[in-house]
C-alpha cells in the first residue's frame, strides 16, 4: 500500500513537471505561444507601447500616433484604446478609409 502510493506521487511530480516543461516550451517557443503571451501582457497592463501610422491609398500617411495601445482588428477594421482611454476605430474600404476617434 506504501508502495503504491509513493509511486502514484511520483508518477504525479513527474506529470506536472511535464505539463510544466510542455507550457513553458509552448509559450515561448511557437508562434502562437508567444502571441499569447503578448497578448496577454496587451490586456493586463492595458496595452503595449506601438507607433501606429495609417496610409491612404497613395502611399502618405494620413494618421499617426505614438503610445501604448491595445489593438484589435476585424474584418477591414483597425480598433485601438490609446493611453487615454480612448477608442479608436479605423474602418478600410476598397477607396475609403474612414477613422473615428472616440473624444472625450
Given amino acids: 500500500m506504501k508502495k503504491t502510493v509513493i509511486t ?3 508518477i504525479v511530480v513527474v506529470g506536472l513537471m511535464s505539463l510544466g516543461w510542455c507550457s513553458y516550451w509552448f509559450l515561448s517557443h511557437t508562434a502562437t505561444g508567444i502571441r499569447t503571451v503578448k ?3 496587451s490586456e493586463t497592463n492595458n496595452g ?3 507607433d501606429i501610422t ?3 491609398a497613395d502611399g502618405k ?3 499617426h500616433f505614438k503610445g501604448k ?3 484589435s482588428h476585424q474584418n477591414r477594421s ?3 484604446v490609446d493611453q487615454h482611454n480612448r477608442k479608436h476605430n479605423i474602418y478600410f474600404g476598397d477607396n475609403t478609409t474612414v477613422i473615428v476617434n ?3
Fill in 54 to 56: 495609417v496610409y491612404n
Fill in 102 to 104: 472616440e473624444l472625450k
Fill in 69 to 71: 495601445f491595445d489593438v
Fill in 78 to 80: 483597425l480598433q485601438y
Fill in 61 to 63: 500617411a494620413i494618421m
Fill in 8 to 10: 502514484i506521487g511520483v
Fill in 39 to 41: 497578448n496577454f501582457q
Fill in 48 to 50: 503595449i507601447e506601438r
